[in-house]
């Protein structure tokens, strides 16, 4: 059975930078995509970054601010965030994206205020 944990949520200032990591119960291949999702209360679960391979794709709302990447080896998926806003707000989720299989963990809350 594939899990996802997140972790590295918690409380930052506006401004502030956090990073998420997301650790796989089994091998992470190239071709797996790789992507966190959040959700806002009220709203939708929404993508904010994947990477397949080395190709990386984000929201808009946070190109420049946060980045995604990879550790296949060490099984592991990190989200660097960077001057954070209120708006980022949310649960942030990871998910692991091939063929059939589409797995999500169970969530990281981020909340962002002074």
């Known amino acids: 059975q594939v899990q996802l944990v997140e972790s590295g949520g918690g409380l930052v200032q506006p401004g502030g930078s956090l990073r998420l990591s997301c650790a796989a119960s089994v091998n992470i291949f190239s071709f797996y995509t790789m992507g966190w999702y959040r959700q806002a209360p009220g709203n939708e679960r929404e993508l904010v970054a994947d990477?397949?391979?080395?190709?990386?794709n984000y929201a808009e709302s946070v190109k420049g601010r946060f980045t995604i990447s990879r550790d296949n080896g060490k099984k592991l998926v990190y989200l660097q965030m960077n001057n954070l806003k209120p708006d980022d707000t949310a649960v942030y989720y990871c998910?692991?994206?091939?063929?059939?299989?589409?797995?999500w963990g169970q969530g990281a809350q981020v909340t962002v205020s002074t």
């Open positions: 990477i397949t391979g080395g190709v990386t």
């Open positions: 998910n692991l994206r091939y063929g059939q299989l589409d797995i």
